[in-house]
T-cell receptor
Framework: DAGVIQSPRHEVTEMGQEVTLRCKPISGHNSLFWYRQTMMRGLELLIYFNNNVPIDDSGMPEDRFSAKMPNASFSTLKIQPSEPRDSAVYFCASSYGTLRAVKKLFFGSGTQLSVL | DQQVKQNSPSLSVQEGRISILNCDYTNSMFDYFLWYKKYPAEGPTFLIS?????DKNEDGRFTVFLNKSAKHLSLHIVPSQPGDSAVYFC???????????FGAGTRLTVKP
């Protein structure tokens, strides 16, 4: 199994530009999570999906952030317009079933985003 | 609001000695706790976990201890090896609403 695949690995953009991060979960997994890692706050949950449906997006910082999961094998996290304070590592993770049942996540390698 | 806290950003130990990583949480409703290990340029990977109904779980060189009254858990690595050098994240799960919260991480360096 290839694991959770994220692209791009690195993204450098200018303030005001649109950024789209992509994630392919492990085949067969039906829960998908987006996390953001910063030095100060560690790993913050932004949003998670179960069976392609957004369940909790309370961690999405602002309206500039949006996430979609059009099918079971693909999800995007979009930031528009991007700001320097959005610079962080963004992780996608997946699991089979809900965390209540599975109790652990499988993470991708992350996207290092730098907004200049 | 940091519900899971790892107050030591870094820890350095000698090879062969014990490494103790600490984690505190504030929400008594958390019912499952996990440790993840992260190498540079990789995502976190699951290491070990413990249910809130237990106070200890052991897996080889790794043992997690849970003190619910103190809302504290720790990860012990014995003996420590250079390959254990990584960032360790503590996580707490509220199973009821599928909510997993992470600490800020502790960077462990094991010196040969």
């Amino acid at each position: 199994d290839a694991g959770v695949i994220q692209s791009p690995r690195h993204e450098v953009t200018e303030m005001g530009q649109e950024v789209t991060l992509r994630c392919k979960p492990i085949s067969g997994h039906n829960s998908l999570f987006w996390y953001r890692q910063t030095m100060m706050r560690g790993l913050e949950l932004l949003i998670y999906f179960n069976n392609n449906v957004p369940i909790d997006d309370s961690g999405m910082p602002e309206d500039r952030f949006s996430a979609k999961m059009p099918n079971a094998s693909f999800s995007t996290l979009k930031i528009q317009p991007s700001e320097p304070r959005d610079s962080a590592v963004y992780f996608c993770a997946s699991s089979y079933g809900t965390l209540r049942a599975v109790k652990k996540l499988f993470f991708g390698s992350g996207t290092q985003l730098s907004v200049l | 609001d940091q519900q899971v806290k790892q107050n030591s950003p870094s820890l350095s130990v000698q090879e062969g000695r014990i490494s103790i990583l600490n984690c505190d949480y504030t929400n008594s409703m958390f019912d499952y706790f996990l440790w993840y290990k992260k190498y540079p340029a990789e995502g976190p990977t699951f290491l070990i976990s413990i249910s809130s109904i237990k106070d200890k779980n052991e897996d080889g060189r790794f043992t997690v201890f849970l003190n619910k009254s103190a809302k504290h858990l720790s990860l012990h690595i014995v003996p420590s090896q250079p390959g254990d050098s990584a960032v360790y994240f503590c996580a707490a799960l509220l199973s009821l609403n599928n909510d997993m919260r992470f600490g800020a991480g502790t960077r462990l360096t094991v010196k040969p």
